[in-house]
Nanobody, 128 residues
């Protein structure tokens, strides 16, 4: 069992930055691909960024590419999402997720249906 707790959300002006953190419990965290997703009101949950369990491979949605960076620290059981140049359309609840299945060290999982554990979410609001 893995428990995920997000933090770092808040209200920021357009052009600003936020750093989201996801604290994970469980001894096998370091072998799980991880991802960040977001869900805005009235919209489906969408993939934002993902990282392989090794940390050596990452993938981001086109809408955030060049602005958001995902990283992880397996020694600390942490995953981060650095968000720069924020836009009002980035406003959403952001979720951290863990994929429990075995995966090669370079695999990034983008399908939310393939994730087994989810955090409670943290609100990010970007004002114009």
């Amino acid at each position: 069992q893995v428990e995920l707790v997000e933090s770092g959300g808040g209200l920021v002006q357009a052009g600003g930055s936020l750093r989201l953190s996801c604290a994970a419990s469980g001894r096998t965290f370091s072998r799980y691909p991880m991802g960040w997703f977001r869900q805005a009101p009235g919209k489906e949950r969408e993939f934002v960024s993902g990282i392989s369990w090794s940390g050596g491979n990452t993938l981001s949605a086109d809408s955030v590419k060049g602005r958001f960076t995902i990283s992880r620290d397996n020694a600390k059981n942490m995953v981060y999402l650095q968000m720069n140049s924020l836009k009002p359309e980035d406003t959403a609840v952001y979720y951290c997720a863990a994929h429990r299945g075995s995966a090669a060290l370079w695999v990034v999982v983008t399908d939310p249906n393939e994730y087994d554990y989810w955090g409670q979410g943290t609100q990010v609001t970007v004002s114009s």
